[in-house]
């Protein structure tokens, strides 16, 4: 079964900080990857997603991820944080097989102090 | 437009109450989804439907029904709400293809008292 780990309930930054969010997923071959981001009282919104070719994959907003199958890792990084990057991140999984139900990670708080 | 919509964004309900849930989307895709966002839990899938009548139980669809009888709609339903249904729930939406991105509603949160 597909799985995700997010280890970070909460992760606090000051503005203008690099950041990284850590995202690790089980899954036996090799699954499409995503990160969503959720700003205050709204849905999820792709910030970006990988299959395969080069393993660092851009985003929206300056937001990057490295996928490393060696490690089952797919992190999310930016060079420097904005107080409007403060929202809640969450990685995601879909394989193979026959429903393609993705399964989510539970979520990262990124607090952005000015 | 590119936009699902979740019908009512809030909504109040005495435990034994049936609840109905609603969800549209304008860009034809096959495949939609109900979760659950409880704190600490991340998203949940309760039900995915891969078209009109086509549904399948997601990771806790106990307590849960669906219905989709048109493909731009697709409906939660509580038959007698539960207090530990408080939640808030998200539809999404996607084309079929597992690399394609879901397109969540901005929630609609249900509080059963």
């Known amino acids: 079964a597909q799985s995700v780990t997010q280890p970070d309930a909460r992760v606090t930054v000051s503005e203008g900080a690099s950041l990284q969010l850590r995202c690790k997923y089980s899954?036996?071959?090799?699954?499409?990857l995503f990160w969503y981001v959720q700003y205050p009282r709204q849905g999820l919104q792709l910030l970006l997603k990988?299959?395969?070719?080069?393993?660092v994959v851009q985003g929206v907003n300056g937001f990057e991820a490295e996928f490393i199958k060696s490690n089952s890792s797919f992190h999310l990084r930016k060079a420097s944080v904005h107080w409007s990057d403060s929202a809640v991140y969450f990685c995601?999984?879909?394989?193979?097989?026959?429903?393609?139900?993705?399964?989510f990670g539970k979520g990262t708080s990124l607090v952005v102090h000015p | 437009d590119m936009k699902v919509t979740q019908m009512p964004r809030y909504l109040i309900k005495r435990m034994g109450e049936n609840v109905l849930l609603e969800c549209g989307q304008d860009?034809?895709?096959?495949?939609m989804y109900w979760y659950r966002q409880d704190p600490g839990l991340g998203l949940q899938l309760i039900y995915i439907?891969?078209?009109?009548?086509?549904?399948s139980e997601g990771d806790i669809p106990k307590g849960y029904r669906v219905s989709r009888k048109k493909r731009e709609h697709f409906s939660l339903i509580l038959d007698s709400a539960k207090t530990n249904q408080t939640s808030v729930y998200f539809c999404?939406?996607?084309?079929?293809?597992?690399?394609?991105?879901?397109?969540f509603g901005e929630g609609s949160r249900l509080i059963v008292v």
């Open positions: 860009m034809s895709h096959e495949t």
């Open positions: 995601a999984v879909r394989g193979p097989g026959g429903n393609y139900k993705p399964t």
């Open positions: 439907s891969y078209d009109v009548d086509s549904n």
């Open positions: 899954y036996s071959g090799t699954p499409y």
């Open positions: 999404a939406s996607s084309l079929w293809d597992r690399g394609n991105t879901l397109y």
């Open positions: 990988y299959y395969s070719g080069d393993p």
